[in-house]
Every structure is written in C-alpha cells, then in structure tokens.
C-alpha cells in the first residue's frame, strides 16, 4: 500500500531537473526563454513583449494551434494555460528542443499539447493524424530557415510557394507570421546559390502567400514584419 501511494505521488508530482529549469531561463535563443515558478511558465523580457503583441493577433477565441519551430515551447503552453486551446502542437528539427518541451508537458500536466521531431512538410502530409488543419499556425523568426536550411540542418525549400502550400495545408483560419522578409536581415546565407537570395525578399514572399492567404500588416516585432494571413 505504501509503495502504491509512492508511486502515485511520484506520477501525480513529478520532478523537473534543473537542467531543464536552466535551459528554459539561459539558453539561445533569448526571445524565447521563460522562468518556471510554481507551475507557472513567466515569460522573460524579449519573449514577453513579442507575446504581448503577438496574442493579440489570436482569433477571438483560440481553439487550436500550431507552433512551426517551436523551439522552448511557450506559445504551445500558452495557447493551452492562457486561453484555452484544446489542440495545440509545436513542431522542431532539434532533438533535444523536443526532449526538453515533453518534460515540461509532463511536469505542467497539459495533456492537450504535444511535441513532435518533424519538419513541415512532414507535418502537412500527416496533419489528418493531428486531427486535420489547426485554427491558427505561428512562423515565428523561422521563415528563413525553411527557406535556406540552418546550421542545425540542411534541409529547406527551394521556393516560396512551396512553403505557403504547406502552411496552407495544416491552417483553417490564420497564420501569424513574423520573420525576416530581406536578404540582408538574414544570417549565414553567403553560400547559397544565387537563384535562392535572388528570390528572398519582401514582395517575392507575399506574391507568393497571396496565392493562399490573405494579408493584413501589423506593423514590425523590432525590424521584422508582423502580419495576419487568414485564408
């Protein structure tokens, strides 16, 4: 009997490592790190102004969403703890991103989030296992990655369109975008082929969500566009 109410407190408690407190406070990037106190994700500086005006973007009632590059996690979280979001998943390249949001599902107890190692298209050609398209889709400060590859991999989409047909795909309503638009906001490119930075600019990207999405511009998240696309 002992042993049962131990185990039972363990499965009801469970214990967070401190390597993952750390990583959620200390870790890069720094516009997504939060403090967890008391079961409670308190998002830090960088993170909590672009939250502040990125919530505000949500439909007026959020019922499911999406977070492409999720990195830490905090959007998914706080689609579920916030607003009440019952279907709510973020996707990542990084294995251990991944490890590190599964943990803190558990520890928080959110049974209506999950973490999934997958890229877009991936989660496009799925998205009927995830229960069809979600509500709203975040692209946070990722666009450039899916467009180029990264250090963290090599793997991309070799136009625009093919990126908004994706996202098309897995979004029923909205798609909150903000992201570099201009080559020369964009990092670790001096490599790339001449056909790929020729295209990468602000009118290329929105000829091409126009053919999915309708646009409406919010003004900037420090230098970066912030727009709404609803389809």
Known sequence: MLTEKVADF???NPI??????????????????????NKELRPKC?????????????????????????????????????????RNIGIDIDQYDITFCR???????MPCVRFELMKL??????????????????????????????????????????????????????????????LVECQNVENTENELTENYNEKKIIESASRYFSIKKYGFIGRYPLWAMDC
């Open 10 to 12: 363990k499965l009801n």
């Open 16 to 37: 967070l490592l401190d390597e993952y407190r750390k990583y959620a406070e200390k870790s890069y990037p720094s516009n997504h790190t939060y403090k967890i106190l």
């Open 46 to 86: 960088k993170l909590s102004l672009r939250y502040q005006r990125i919530k505000k973007l949500f439909p007026e009632k959020l019922t499911s969403m999406i977070d492409v590059g999720c990195s830490k996690g905090f959007f998914v979280f706080a689609a579920n703890q916030q607003h009440g979001s019952q």
């Open 103 to 109: 943990a803190i599902k558990k520890y928080l107890n």
């Open 121 to 182: 298209h991936e989660l496009a050609e799925r998205i009927n296992e995830f229960g069809g398209p979600f509500q709203t889709v975040l692209l946070i400060n990722v666009y450039q990655y899916l467009y180029f590859g990264s250090t963290r991999s090599d793997a991309h989409y070799r136009n625009h369109d093919q990126i908004f047909q994706h996202l098309r795909r897995i979004c029923s309503h909205r798609l909150i975008f903000n992201n570099r638009v201009n």
